[in-house]
C-alpha cells in the first residue's frame, strides 16, 4: 500500500493542474451544461453569451439568437439610447405658468402646473427634487408675482403625452402596485403613494386599513385583503387602473410580516400635484375655485389655456444622475419616461410605440438587426418583450466607446462581484453587465433563464458565471 501513495498523490496533482489549465471556455461550458439540466431548468429555456470586452469577440454563446423576455436587463438598452441621443446632461423642464390677468394682487385665470415630462418631480431621492423643494418653489414664485387670491383653477397640464399612459403587454396584477406606475407628461413623487396596513390575529379574517400616506380624500379604496397564515409575507396587490378614483386592494397580508405598508401607483399624477399645490396655497391664505387637469378640460370638451405668463421652472436633475437611480433601484416609470421622451424630442407624438421604433433603429444603425430587438416597453416589465442575448450583450460591448460609459457603468449595481444589472419577472431572471477577472481579462455578460420553476434560480446563475473568476 506504501508504493501507491506517491502515484494516488501525482495523479491528484494531474487533475488539479489540469482543472487549473482549463480555459475560460471549458469552465464554462461545463457550468452551462450543470445549469442546463438542472431540474429547476427543465422546462426552461436558457441563453447565455460571454463577449471579449477589448475585442467584441463571441468567446462563448448558447442560444445567444433565441429571443427571451428580458425583464429588467432591458433598462441597461434604454440607459444607453438615452445617454446616446439625450447627452448624460439632458435635463428636463416643469414650468408654472398664469392665465388671464392679475390686478392689484387677484388673479382672474388659471395657474397652471406644465409638464415636461420629469420622471423626479417631488421624487424623495434627489435633494432639489423633494416634493416639499417642489412645493416652496412653487409657493415662492406665486408670492413674488404678489398673487394673493386666484379666481380660477389650479390646472395640471399634462397634455404634452397626451392620455395614452400603460404601455401595452403590462398585465393587469402589476399596474395598479408601485412598480407599474404608469408614465405621465406630469408625474408626481414618482407616481407612486402607500397604504398601512395591519393584519387580523386570525389567518383568513380581513386585513386594516390604518391610513393611506399622503392623505387622497377623492380616492377610494376597496379593501379585500385577507389575513395570510404567519410567514406568508406579503401577497398584497393594489388593482387601480391610470385615472380611476376607486383601488381595490386583493390578495393576502401575512401575520408577522416584518413591514406595515404597500405603496400603490398613483392614478392621476397630474391632479395630485394640483391638488397639493392648492392645497399649500390655501393654508397661506392664497385661495383659488377648482382644480382639474388638461386630461379632465379635454374629457369635458374646455379649452386648455394657450396663451399663459410663465412664473418659474424647475429643472430636474440630469440624465447621468436619473439613470443612476434607473438602473441601481430598477424603477420602471424612469424606463417609461425615457422611451416615451425619445419620440418626443423626436417631434414624435410621445408614444411607447414611437420611442421603441427610435430605440430599435437606433441600434440598427450601429449594426444590430433589430430583428433582435422585439422591444415594446421600456423598462421591460412586460413579458412580451424578446431580446436575443447577443443583441444585448453587443450593445454592452459598443458603449464601452462613448464618452458617457462611466455614468453607465456606475449605474449598474454590483451582483455576484460583477457590474451587472437584474432582470426579475414571473419565471424570469436575467443578468447583463460587465465584468473584470483578476487576470485583466474583460468580459461582456449576459445570462438568462425563462420559464424556470421553484425558487433560488439566482444562486445557479452566479454559479455559471463563476466560471470566468
Request: proline content about 4%; overall charge positive; charged content about 15%.
Amino acid at each position: 500500500m506504501k508504493l501507491k501513495r506517491p502515484i494516488v498523490l501525482a495523479t491528484l496533482l494531474l487533475l488539479q493542474t489540469f482543472v487549473y489549465a482549463q480555459s475560460p471556455v471549458q469552465k464554462l461550458e461545463q457550468a452551462y451544461k450543470v445549469l442546463s439540466t438542472d431540474q429547476q431548468a427543465k422546462y426552461a429555456l436558457t441563453s447565455l453569451c460571454v463577449l471579449d470586452g477589448n475585442t467584441g469577440e463571441l468567446i462563448f454563446g448558447r442560444n445567444e439568437n433565441i429571443g427571451l423576455a428580458t425583464a429588467s436587463t432591458l433598462k441597461t438598452i434604454t440607459s444607453a439610447t438615452a445617454f446616446g441621443i439625450l447627452g448624460k446632461d439632458f435635463q428636463y423642464k416643469t414650468t408654472l405658468a398664469y392665465s388671464g390677468t392679475l390686478t392689484n394682487g387677484v388673479l382672474k385665470g388659471d395657474l397652471i402646473i406644465v409638464g415636461g415630462g420629469d420622471p423626479t418631480l417631488g421624487s424623495w431621492r434627489y435633494a432639489q427634487s423633494k416634493e416639499n423643494e417642489v412645493l416652496n418653489q412653487l409657493v415662492k414664485a406665486v408670492k413674488a408675482a404678489g398673487i394673493n387670491k386666484i379666481e380660477g383653477r389650479i390646472i395640471g397640464d399634462d397634455s404634452a403625452w397626451g392620455s395614452s399612459t400603460t404601455p401595452l403587454g403590462w398585465t393587469w396584477q402589476d399596474m395598479g402596485n408601485y412598480y407599474g406606475a404608469s408614465p405621465s407628461a406630469l408625474s408626481w413623487r414618482e407616481n407612486q403613494f402607500d397604504i398601512y396596513l395591519k393584519p387580523n390575529a386570525q389567518v383568513n379574517q380581513p386585513v386594516t386599513l390604518v391610513k393611506v400616506q399622503p392623505a387622497m380624500p377623492y380616492l377610494q379604496i376597496v379593501n379585500e385583503l385577507q389575513t395570510g397564515a404567519q410567514g406568508t409575507g406579503d401577497n398584497a396587490y393594489a388593482f387601480l387602473p391610470s385615472f380611476s378614483s376607486i383601488a381595490y386592494l386583493r390578495g393576502t397580508w401575512g401575520m408577522g410580516i416584518g413591514k406595515n405598508s404597500i405603496a400603490a401607483a398613483l392614478p392621476d399624477p397630474a391632479y395630485d400635484v394640483a391638488y397639493r399645490l392648492q392645497d399649500t396655497l390655501k393654508r397661506l391664505g392664497v385661495a383659488s375655485t377648482a382644480i382639474t387637469t388638461a386630461r379632465k378640460l379635454k374629457a369635458d370638451h374646455l379649452p386648455l389655456p394657450t396663451s399663459v405668463h410663465e412664473l418659474a421652472s424647475i429643472s430636474s436633475p440630469s440624465l447621468s444622475q436619473i439613470i443612476y437611480w434607473f438602473n441601481k433601484k430598477s424603477i420602471n416609470l424612469y424606463g417609461e419616461h425615457l422611451i416615451r421622451t425619445l419620440a418626443w424630442k423626436a417631434g414624435k407624438p410621445a408614444t411607447t410605440a414611437n420611442g421603441v421604433d427610435i430605440v430599435i433603429n437606433y441600434w440598427k444603425e450601429k449594426g444590430i438587426d433589430k430583428n433582435a430587438l422585439n422591444i415594446v416597453d421600456g423598462s421591460g416589465l412586460s413579458p412580451a418583450t424578446r431580446v436575443t442575448t447577443y443583441a444585448m450583450a453587443n450593445i454592452l460591448f459598443q458603449s464601452q466607446k462613448e464618452p458617457w460609459f462611466a455614468d453607465f457603468y456606475k449605474s449598474l449595481p454590483e451582483n455576484n462581484g460583477m457590474q451587472l444589472k437584474s432582470g426579475s419577472i414571473n419565471d424570469v431572471s436575467a443578468y447583463a453587465g460587465y465584468y473584470t477577472a483578476p487576470s485583466g481579462k474583460k468580459y461582456v455578460v449576459v445570462i438568462n433563464i425563462n420559464n424556470y420553476s421553484g425558487s433560488g434560480i439566482n444562486k445557479k446563475l452566479f454559479k455559471t458565471l463563476d466560471a470566468l473568476k
